[in-house]
């Protein structure tokens, strides 16, 4: 391998609040560890990412990580130093080439910087960002300055820092004595690339409101569309008072066969919302196999397909919805129809689209054997690169 990344989450944040693990709070729709892993699982140079984290989080981690599929956890150790040194004892039998060490708290990494390390990893082995210091600085001992600092001379380490691997596994390996609290000072010859002030590292409750605020206002969104169908057969054996059409009874003297309420159109509503979000279809979720769906309200189903939305992140924009039948008239319910959807789904009925037409007689719709729904639904998703 040419690149692996090392997140470490192992920490406890006791400067943040000795109550609350730092890393798994929530900046807007995801939590802190969330950007940051997903910075590094994005980038196309990076062939592997390993998260480090404190055995006794295990379960929050996954919880909230859920989304993630395949990640690499390895515990840490009692220091960074100890976590480091598993993580890099984990990816031996990789052979990296090149290793990239970010902590997990700095959420708001760009694909630039770590592109930047990475190219320049190619002529060094040991690369890291480095900020200007922009205030004055002064060195402080017992509430009184004993010194004017020269800034000029000094700059702010960030992270992802940059080693070739080998050689930062050799010196982690010989290292017995020595306290280790930036990698980078095992090196001698250090190359350092212009960091990024908002590569901030959120070291206290100030920091976190700062993020938040600006990583909401630069999050970037997608939308994405979802194609829903459904057909159901009439019941020729049994008369009807009425079939049920997005979720509203619609007179009719044949019922529809199926094995919950039959409603053609919230199903197909589903099965796009389900597509928007790669959960599946309606069928490997509530099979027909199971009695326990067995006449079942079809809200029911809707329900479930929002709260994946929800799960998600995102937001339903609109829903565009086509009925295909000879009878029963779809027009005198069609407002019925589209304000009732648009209340289920939460959202305006200016977002709802309801239309209705025939098949000209032909197929099996033409021949009045069932009805036909299709919808294609779009929603807003938020794209972490």
């Not at 590094?40 to 998260?51: A, M, P, Q, R, S």
């Not at 993630?68 to 130093?81: A, D, L, M, S, V």
């Not at 959420?107 to 900020?131: E, G, H, L, T, W």
Request: hydrophobic share 35%; charged share 25%; with cysteine.
């Amino acid at each position: 391998m040419e690149t692996i990344a090392i997140i470490l989450a192992g920490g406890s944040g006791k400067r943040f609040d000795k109550n609350i693990i730092k890393q798994y709070q929530y900046i807007n729709d995801q939590t802190i560890i969330f950007h940051s892993l997903m910075a590094f699982i994005n980038n196309i140079k990076i062939e592997k990412v390993v998260l480090v984290i404190n055995k006794d989080h295990i379960a929050i981690a996954k919880k909230c990580l859920s989304e993630i599929n395949n990640i690499n956890y390895i515990y840490g150790g009692t220091t960074r130093q100890k976590s480091v040194y598993n993580a890099l004892k984990s990816i031996k039998q990789d052979n990296p080439k090149n290793v990239l060490i970010h902590d997990s708290v700095r959420p708001n990494i760009s694909n630039k910087i770590i592109n930047k390390v990475i190219n320049k990893m190619k002529i060094y082995d040991a690369v890291i960002p480095i900020i200007e210091i922009n205030d004055a600085l002064k060195k402080i001992k017992n509430s009184k300055i004993i010194d004017h600092v020269d800034r000029n001379n000094f700059g702010l380490a960030q992270t992802p820092q940059g080693f070739n691997y080998k050689k930062l596994y050799e010196k982690y390996k010989n290292n017995t004595i020595n306290t280790i609290h930036d990698d980078s000072s095992l090196f001698k010859n250090i190359h350092y690339i212009k960091g990024d002030i908002n590569n901030i590292k959120i070291t206290n409750k100030g920091d976190l409101k700062f993020l938040e605020y600006k990583m909401k206002k630069e999050t970037k969104y997608i939308q994405i569309s979802g194609i829903g169908i459904d057909i159901h057969k009439f019941d020729f054996l049994k008369s009807a008072e009425f079939i049920v059409l997005g979720g509203i009874k619609v007179k009719y003297n044949k019922g529809l066969l199926g094995h919950s309420d039959a409603d053609v159109i919230i199903h197909a509503l589903v099965d796009s919302i389900l597509g928007t979000v790669s959960e599946g279809d309606i069928g490997s979720i509530f099979s027909d196999k199971d009695p326990k769906w067995k006449n079942a309200n079809s809200k029911i189903f809707l329900k479930h397909a929002i709260s994946l939305l929800k799960k998600h992140k995102c937001k339903l924009l609109h829903t565009d919805i086509n009925i295909i039948c000879e009878e029963p008239k779809i027009s005198p319910y069609r407002d019925k129809i589209r304000n009732n959807i648009a209340k289920l789904l939460l959202i305006s009925d200016k977002c709802v689209s309801i239309k209705a037409t025939t098949s000209e007689t032909l197929g099996f719709t033409g021949r009045k054997e069932g009805i036909m729904a299709q919808c294609i639904t779009t929603i807003s998703k938020p794209y972490y690169e």
